[in-house]
């Protein structure tokens, strides 16, 4: 079954203390991408990557850390995770999102509490 | 800057009626529009996918409709279902290299019994 898998599905942590959320898909996609969402602001994104070892920021970098070491894998980092990182979050991966023919399709989300 | 705006922010409507949602996006160079449907707490899910050249696309009760020229599109919904409560999202993709979609801020629709 062609998926987007995140884990974990929730995490509270505290200041400071450094996590990863991981994201893998199936579907051999090139193109794949991190959000938040927060009430009120809509989805958000944070990195995407459009292809093994090519990332770029999107919108809202500041704090986050991402490595597109295989095409299947791209994990998002939190060295040092702040209150105001508490969201939700998901992932998505794509062929390429410019074509219209290419779905893209977002993992189950990641809802993070940072105290 | 690319942006995209929906309105209404949020819509109630009672079983049954029908409702449309609207996206105006400023993003070029254009490539295709899509709208998503998202329950809370989950991925947001595909309904519709629109290039420059269609103006209308059905998906069962949705149906979405752009004017390239006015940069405006409208998502309607056919005798909506309680299953139809959740957030939709409007995406405009740029046909460039870098950054190539911008989100909306959706509109999140109830539908009461």
């Known amino acids: 079954e062609a998926q987007v898998t995140q884990n974990p599905r929730y995490l509270i942590t505290v200041t400071g203390k450094k996590l990863t959320v991981t994201c893998s898909q199936n579907?051999?996609?090139?193109?794949m991408s991190w959000y938040r969402q927060d009430p009120g602001l809509g989805l958000r994104q944070i990195y995407y990557s459009m292809n093994v070892e090519v990332t770029d920021k999107g919108d809202v970098p500041e704090g986050y850390k991402v490595s597109r070491k295989e095409k299947r894998n791209f994990p998002l980092i939190l060295e040092s995770p702040s209150p105001n990182q508490t969201s939700l979050y998901f992932c998505?991966?794509?062929?390429?999102?410019?074509?219209?023919?290419?779905?893209?399709?977002f993992g189950p989300g990641t809802r993070l509490t940072v105290t | 800057k690319n942006q995209v705006e929906q309105s209404p922010q949020s819509l109630i409507i009672l079983e049954g009626k029908n409702c449309t949602l609207q996206?105006?996006?400023?993003?070029?160079?254009?490539?295709?529009l899509r709208w998503y449907k998202q329950d809370t707490g989950r991925g947001p899910v595909s309904l519709t996918i629109m290039t420059f050249s269609e103006n209308t696309k059905s998906n069962g009760r949705y149906t979405a409709t752009l004017d390239a020229d006015t940069k405006q599109s409208s998502l309607h919904i056919t005798a909506s279902q309680l299953s139809d409560s959740a957030s939709y999202i409007c995406?405009?993709?740029?046909?460039?290299?870098?950054?190539?979609?911008?989100f909306g801020g959706g509109t999140r629709l109830m539908v009461k019994p």
């Open positions: 998505a991966s794509s062929l390429r999102p410019d074509r219209p023919s290419y779905e893209q399709y």
């Open positions: 579907m051999n996609h090139e193109y």
């Open positions: 996206c105006n996006y400023t993003v070029s160079p254009f490539s295709n």
């Open positions: 995406v405009v993709s740029a046909s460039n290299a870098g950054n190539m979609l911008t």
